[in-house]
């Protein structure tokens, strides 16, 4: 007993061992980049962890950009314009389809979840060139059809939403049903409010997207170089490094404030929201 009990503590011993290692290999490029962006530096990559001397004039001055040629605020409204459309209209879309392929039965339900699956497992950027064109013509190589590309991708995203709708009982719509509900009086004030763990967590994975986003800003915003303020916050920063020769060494530091500024947003909205998204995705992937 005295044996089991003693292999018992060694093995959780090293567990904690192992996991608090890879949570120092975890945390540690955090903590560097948000060091570095406390770092006065102007010879391109900052080879030391704590700076010799602490400084907020990357803060202020992506921000007060004397040139107007990074306009970092402006970058930041795009962004925050985008996300919160595409949030908003992607968790619209995404919610009623999964409702809808999770509760109604009709034609060709079933082949349309397989098309949909195996659509899915294709990576969104191998259609960049074809809706770059496709945006081309419609003249929407701006904001507007950054928009509409999110959106517009929205609705293979029901998997998930759609496990979770299939977990919450029949019986509470067919008992609305005899009370004389109809499906929509069903969806609004039933189901969704028992839903508020999926739509959190569907609204933070739409919020993401946008948000971060390069491949998609970069290939429908890249044209309009001559004016940078129309550029969202991820294209913009890599506008600054790669504006001109030298721009990666002068602007480095700066480029990592605006990182950990992008970065804040998201850890905000994780912090409050973890709850509501750990209850969405599990229950969520309960079923399908």
Partial sequence: MKSYKTQRRVS????????????LIWIFPIVWIILASF????????????????????????FTNKSGSFPFAAWIGNTFLVAIVSTTLSTLVTIIMS??????????????????????????????????????SMNMLNLGGLILVYVGGAGLGFYIAKGFFDTIPHSIDEAATIDGATKWQIFTHITLPLSRPIIVYTALMAFIAPWTDFIF????????????????????????????????????????????????????????????YVNGITAGADKG
């Fill in 12 to 23: 959780l011993t090293l567990r904690y061992i192992l996991l608090g290692l890879l949570a």
């Fill in 39 to 62: 770092t006065f530096n102007d010879t391109g990559f900052v080879s030391t962890v704590i700076p010799k001397t602490f400084t907020f004039d990357n803060y202020i001055n992506i």
């Fill in 99 to 136: 409702y809808v392929l999770s509760r109604l039965r009709f034609a060709f339900r079933k082949p349309f979840l397989q098309i949909a699956l195996i659509l899915g497992m294709f990576p969104g950027f191998m259609s960049m060139i074809a809706l770059y064109y496709i945006l081309k």
């Fill in 217 to 276: 800003s970069g290939i429908i915003l890249g044209n309009n170089q001559a004016h940078p303020e129309t550029f969202t916050i991820a294209y913009g920063l890599y506008s600054m490094v790669h504006s001109q020769k030298g721009a990666a060494t002068q602007y480095f530091t700066q480029f990592i404030a605006g990182c950990v500024i992008i970065a804040i947003p998201i850890t905000i909205l994780f912090v409050i929201m973890q709850k509501f």
